[in-house]
């Protein structure tokens, strides 16, 4: 059953383009997983653990402009503090395939 949201409750969620500028290995993740640094642009940097390592290797990720949810609190995962959330729709594998601008866009830009 899908939950409705009113037009409102959409305006709540802050989801911005970004820049990867910085990709490192995640070995305390319990899944696969990166460390990102994203430039947001004025917004600024921002760290997001991402399990996206089936799909993309670490020197692929370097400059790719991705979109991300930025107003979630930020999450404890292992030693490492995740301040925005990255999006992705999972494939028939159940693996992580990145939501990106398909032209370059402004770092910071509001996806709407």
């Known amino acids: 059953m899908n939950e409705l949201i009113s037009w409102n409750d959409f305006e709540k969620v802050q989801i911005k383009a970004g820049t990867i500028v910085e990709v490192n290995d995640f070995p305390n993740a319990r899944k696969p997983a990166y460390q990102l640094l994203i430039d947001f642009g004025e917004l600024g940097m921002k760290r997001s653990s991402a399990q996206?390592?089936?799909?993309?290797?670490?020197?692929?990720?370097?400059?790719?402009?991705?979109v991300a949810v930025v107003n979630f609190p930020v999450k404890q995962i292992a030693?490492?503090?995740?301040?925005?959330?990255?999006?992705?729709?999972?494939?028939?594998?159940?693996?992580?395939?990145?939501?990106?601008?398909?032209?370059?866009?402004?770092?910071?830009?509001?996806?709407?």
């Open 52 to 66: 996206i390592t089936h799909h993309y290797s670490k020197e692929e990720l370097i400059g790719k402009q991705i």
């Open 79 to 112: 030693n490492f503090f995740s301040e925005c959330l990255v999006l992705g729709v999972y494939d028939a594998d159940n693996k992580v395939v990145l939501l990106t601008p398909d032209k370059p866009v402004q770092n910071g830009g509001t996806v709407g």
